[in-house]
């Protein structure tokens, strides 16, 4: 089964600490994602990487960075966190780049939540 | 642009009975539809998709959904529902650039 380990469950961080988030996932996945899970909205997308070194903004980057050096490790970073970056993170893979290619299935982490104060 | 909504926050079920969860699309050609399952204290896990061919999918744990392109519907359904059932559910649609976009999810209930 693939597995998508996701380091910290629970952190809570003082607003400007510098925060890292890290990912890895066992299946050799090209694909990797960065989630953020608010009640209401859903899940919005804030980075995405199709390859080692590559990186892809989402739809909510700002605020963040990512980095990904070896292909089954996926980070996450704030930089100075803020309040309202209070969240709980989940970090994805997929073998395709496009969704709809072979299943079509994302595989996720368990989250982090992350509580800013 | 594409966009998937879920009417329901929350929804209670006694144990036993049916359920149906839903979800409606904007989508410009024929859509792409999932739903995923998000366990307490788990990752999402993926119960079904629609990509093509007959509008009613099976999925994993018993769930079936329909896409009925006449309203833009893609509602998941169960029989009966058990306790383990208890989740938090969404749909997802790809967007323009292959991207997920997610529905903000559904919060099912379940009554002993």
């Known amino acids: 089964d693939v597995k998508v380990t996701q380091s910290s469950r629970y952190l809570v961080k003082r607003t400007g600490e510098k925060v890292f988030l890290e990912c890895v996932q066992d299946m050799d996945h090209e694909n990797m994602f960065w989630y953020r899970q608010d009640p209401g909205l859903g899940l919005r997308l804030i980075y995405f990487?199709?390859?080692?070194?590559?990186?892809e903004k989402g739809d909510i980057p700002e605020g963040y960075s990512v980095s990904r050096e070896k292909k089954e490790r996926f980070s996450l970073i704030l930089e100075s966190a803020s309040t309202n970056q209070t969240s709980m993170y989940l970090c994805a893979s997929s073998l395709f780049w496009y969704p709809l290619e072979g299943t079509g299935e994302l595989f996720f982490g368990e989250g982090s939540r992350l509580t800013v104060l | 642009a594409q966009s998937v909504t879920q009417p329901d926050i929350h929804i209670t079920v006694s144990e036993g009975a049916s359920l149906e969860l839903r979800c409606n699309y904007s989508y410009g050609a024929t859509p792409y539809l999932f739903w995923y399952v998000q366990s307490p204290g788990q990752g999402l896990q993926l119960l079904l998709k629609y990509f093509s061919g007959d509008t009613l999918v099976q999925g994993i744990k018993g769930f079936e959904a329909e896409f009925k392109r006449s309203q833009s519907s893609f509602n998941l359904r169960k029989p009966s529902v058990h306790w383990s059932d208890a989740a938090e559910y969404f749909c997802?649609?790809?967007?323009?650039?292959?991207?997920?976009?997610w529905g903000a999810g559904t919060k099912l209930i379940i009554k002993p």
């Open positions: 990487s199709y390859d080692v070194k590559m990186k």
């Open positions: 997802a649609v790809p967007d323009s650039n292959y991207q997920l976009i």
